[in-house]
């Protein structure tokens, strides 16, 4: 009935550039497609670690994204709503090495790079949509079916 803010949900999603854009692919969308194992070796992969939806902060971010129209009327902003829902849920990221094993994100120069508002917000658009499929796929579906 309650939920444990401290039950956190892991998804994955898997990435490759494609000169300025990205491919990006929810984990069963990525374990559905027909590649040979050297193309799938090209992708790397996002673990992330999201925080559960409670009831109060669906409703905060719910409130966030209405806009009032001159009219009176309110207008719901999906685009904001998924942009809050990254930026409130996401705890902690990481990839993968060549062992399978989690490393931190590191920038070009090394540094680790951790999860801010900014940073993700400058999250390339195809990931970041990738991120959402992936979370509302384990909320709604149970971490099962996303894997299926």
Excluded: C
């Amino acid at each position: 009935m309650f939920i444990d803010v401290n039950d956190h949900i892991k998804v994955r999603v898997y990435y490759l550039k494609s000169g300025h854009t990205y491919e990006s692919y929810t984990f069963s969308e990525f374990d559905k497609l027909k590649l040979r194992d050297s193309e799938k070796k090209k992708y790397k992969s996002l673990n992330l670690v999201m925080r559960q939806l409670t009831w109060g902060l669906q409703n905060d971010l719910q409130e966030n994204a209405l806009r009032d129209l001159p009219n009176g009327m309110s207008k719901f902003h999906y685009k904001t709503f998924k942009e809050g829902k990254l930026e409130k849920t996401i705890v902690s990221w990481s990839t993968q090495d060549e062992e399978g094993n989690d490393t931190p994100i590191k920038d070009k120069d090394g540094k680790e790079i951790k999860v801010s508002v900014d940073v993700i917000r400058g999250l390339a658009p195809e990931i970041a949509e990738s991120i959402v499929r992936a979370y509302d796929n384990a909320v709604l579906l149970g971490d099962e079916s996303e894997k299926k």
